[in-house]
């Protein structure tokens, strides 16, 4: 698998550019690769660099000021309900383990390249893409026909 840190890197800049499209979720080696483990973990970073451009909501509802004054310097404010109301405002990966050490050793210390083993495992078993409908099937074909002509190459069988 790719470092995290150089593929979030290569995505996030040209994303804070103004780039709208994050290239290569899921290759390796230049591209010559794809890894379906790889797109998943891709995926996580390529949410959290579309929450990063989105910006964080600065406003005197997120910035809890009245709630601080409220609850009181070096109190709990996990209990409050104004930190459930914005608990969604962090990203949520689906496989970067925000957990502490003793949580995730608990959870079984796996790695990200491990969940995400599991997760594909999971969506392999669990996803069935309906099938076309016979008219776009054909639509399709004869695209893939016409090209396969004009180009020389031979014609499928399928």
């Not at 593929?7 to 080696?29: F, Q, S, W």
């Not at 083993?117 to 078993?125: F, K, P, Y």
């Amino acid at each position: 698998m790719q470092s995290g840190i150089e593929k979030t890197l290569t995505a996030l800049t040209p994303a804070l550019a103004g780039a709208n499209l994050i290239y290569g979720l899921g290759m390796l080696d230049m591209g010559v690769t794809f890894c379906f483990k790889q797109l998943l973990m891709d995926a996580d970073v390529a949410a959290m660099i579309k929450y990063t451009v989105a910006g964080v909501p600065v406003n005197d509802d997120t910035l809890s000021v009245d709630i601080i004054r409220e609850v009181g310097q070096g109190k709990n404010f996990l209990a409050h309900k104004n930190t459930f109301v914005h608990r969604r405002m962090q990203s949520q990966p689906v496989l970067i383990d925000r957990n502490m050490r003793g949580r995730w050793e608990e959870r079984g210390a796996t790695t990200m390249t491990q969940r995400a083993e599991v997760l594909m495992a999971d969506i392999r078993q669990k996803h069935f893409a309906p099938e076309l409908p016979t008219e776009v099937r054909r639509k399709i074909r004869s695209i893939v026909n016409e090209a396969e002509a004009k180009y020389g190459v031979p014609l499928s069988t399928e």
